[in-house]
């Protein structure tokens, strides 16, 4: 049978012959990594020339160094069978025709690496938080401080955050699948990025395999999600939309505005814009609202950044009693857009994630107050926000949502071992940020939200509690000792700046404490 391959070029017969001899560049290198994986040909003669190099080994090299025992030497060459004559060599060139073969599985990440290793810098790994972040195909795993280069990222967990050589900023949340093409062009094939661009980078650039985003100095969120689907949300600034389906002309989005593209509808639909949803930056930013918290003195304070392992929920009072995060079943970044800055991110009792502090600061002197901003993606039965609370041990308080009901509700235990409750009428609503807060002053118990007071009712004591810790986002229980505890009471949203005080809060503090946000975020929006 004739072979109708072309005929090998000079060009690739010198870098087959220096893959072998172990001679080439690193620029030669990812030459040759590119032939092999884009042309049919030069793969096959890639292989025929492995399968060559090691018959050649064989008959010249290998064989002719070997040796026999005296047990194995031929003494009657007649008697000997064609299987004593000529297994061993049949055997070692199989061995040598089978690495030959498989040669091209093993080389060729080698190739690879050395091609993204030579190719040029575009930008670094600026921030990372328990992530698995790799070059695809060269199982590679990239740390914060490294290089990057164009080619193929899979980001498996966690978040991370690209700064590139124009001083756009990327901020990329798993699970995802990206490639940098350069400093102003990124393909995302799935997952969700944020990208603040300054003047410098204008035209940055975010395809998605629906849509292209063109920038015009900006800050925007990215999703692509199931069926290729598309979503674009501006945050502030300009972009284009175009559809890669469509032969319309670009979507203009403006500040507040965001936009959908599929596979089915072809062009842009205009949607609700979500910021919430999209993680813009690693940095806690220094607001008024964290200043009043440090000066009120808190016991504990829970800011919820973003921490380097992912797992640690940082206490910011300054008295290190510092938590950490028992993920259960979900697979994405515990850390998600807060009120200010990042969140804890928890998705009720499928997910049956929860923060925990093992040995919190307890108030001892009848007072205690709580405060925290909580966004619900829906209300699970007892859903918690703060508890010291445990099956068959004494606890102090119970902070969270009422049963099935939903309505914001506060249970704190006294030292006789009895329990009041006070609870709000209307159910909490979904979909929104919520300031809520509780106050125990030694005579009444009150409960506050968005700054105003909802309910109150009279108490004698607080219980010093038995039982040492804190949860966050759920009811704690022993699952060694299988203690029936009942309904866990997963929190299903985020739960951001949890702060403990173990004195009375004035109605004043918390009204201020509301305003503060509210006040940085209106001052942002009239710049």
């Known amino acids: 049978m004739s072979d109708s391959r072309t005929p090998i070029s000079p060009e690739l017969e010198k870098l087959l012959s220096g893959f072998l001899d172990d001679s080439l560049t690193p620029e030669q290198s990812r030459h040759l990594a590119e032939l092999i994986q884009t042309d049919p040909e030069a793969r096959s003669h890639y292989l025929d020339h492995c399968r060559m190099h090691a018959t050649l080994a064989w008959e010249h090299g290998v064989l002719g160094g070997m040796s026999f025992s005296e047990d194995e030497e031929i003494t009657n060459a007649v008697s000997i069978s064609f299987f004593e004559r000529w297994g061993r060599p049949l055997a070692l060139v199989a061995s040598l025709l089978l690495v030959a073969s498989v040669l091209w599985v093993t080389a060729v990440p080698a190739l690879r690496k050395n091609a993204w290793e030579s190719g040029e810098v575009i930008g670094t790994v600026l921030h990372k938080s328990g992530t698995e972040f790799s070059v695809e195909k060269i199982d590679l795993q990239l740390h914060q401080g490294d290089e990057l280069r164009a080619g193929t990222y899979s980001l498996k967990e966690g978040l991370v955050q690209m700064l590139l050589k124009n001083d756009v900023e990327v901020l990329v949340e798993a699970p995802a699948e990206f490639s940098l093409k350069s400093s102003i062009l990124i393909a995302l094939t799935s997952g969700r990025l944020s990208a603040n661009v300054p003047p410098q980078g204008i035209g940055f650039t975010v395809e998605t395999p629906t849509a292209e985003i063109i920038d015009f100095g900006t800050e925007f969120g990215v999703e692509v999600g199931s069926n290729n689907q598309s979503e674009v949300h501006v945050f502030n600034g300009i972009v284009e939309v175009k559809s890669q389906n469509s032969t319309e002309g670009p979507v203009r989005l403006v500040t507040d ?41 808190p016991a504990a304070y829970y800011r919820m950044p973003i921490s380097d392992d992912g797992l640690t929920l940082v206490d910011k009072s300054g008295n290190d009693h510092h938590g950490r995060i028992k993920p259960g079943n979900i697979k994405r970044s515990m850390f998600a857009s807060g009120r200010p800055g990042a969140s804890l991110r928890l998705n009720g009792p499928e997910g049956e994630a929860y923060g925990i502090v093992d040995d919190y600061p307890k108030a001892e002197n009848n007072r205690l107050s709580v405060v925290a901003w909580v966004f619900a993606d829906a209300r699970p039965r007892w859903a918690s926000i703060a508890k010291n609370w445990y099956y068959n041990e004494v606890g102090q308080f119970h902070f969270g949502l009422f049963h099935d009901e939903g309505t914001l509700e506060l249970q704190i235990v006294q030292r006789d071992g009895s329990t009041v409750e006070v609870k709000e009428d209307e159910v909490l609503p979904i979909g929104s940020w919520q300031h809520v807060a509780f106050v125990a002053d030694g005579e009444f118990l009150r409960l506050y939200r968005n700054g105003k007071e909802t309910a109150k009712a009279p108490y004698q004591s607080l219980a010093i509690p038995s039982f040492p810790s804190l949860g966050i986002g759920a009811k704690l229980h022993d699952k060694q000792l299988k203690k029936d505890t009942g309904t866990r009471g997963y929190w299903d949203g985020r739960i951001d700046e949890l702060a403990i005080f173990n004195h009375a809060l004035s109605e004043q503090n918390v009204q201020q404490l509301y305003a503060a946000i509210n006040q940085v975020e209106i001052a942002h929006t009239l710049q």
Do not use: H, M, W
């Open 257 to 297: 505005q965001a936009t959908r593209v599929d596979t089915i509808a072809g062009d842009p639909i205009g949607i609700t814009v979500a910021p919430e949803r999209f993680l813009r930056t690693f940095n806690e930013p220094t607001r008024p609202y964290s200043k009043q918290i440090r000066d009120l003195k």
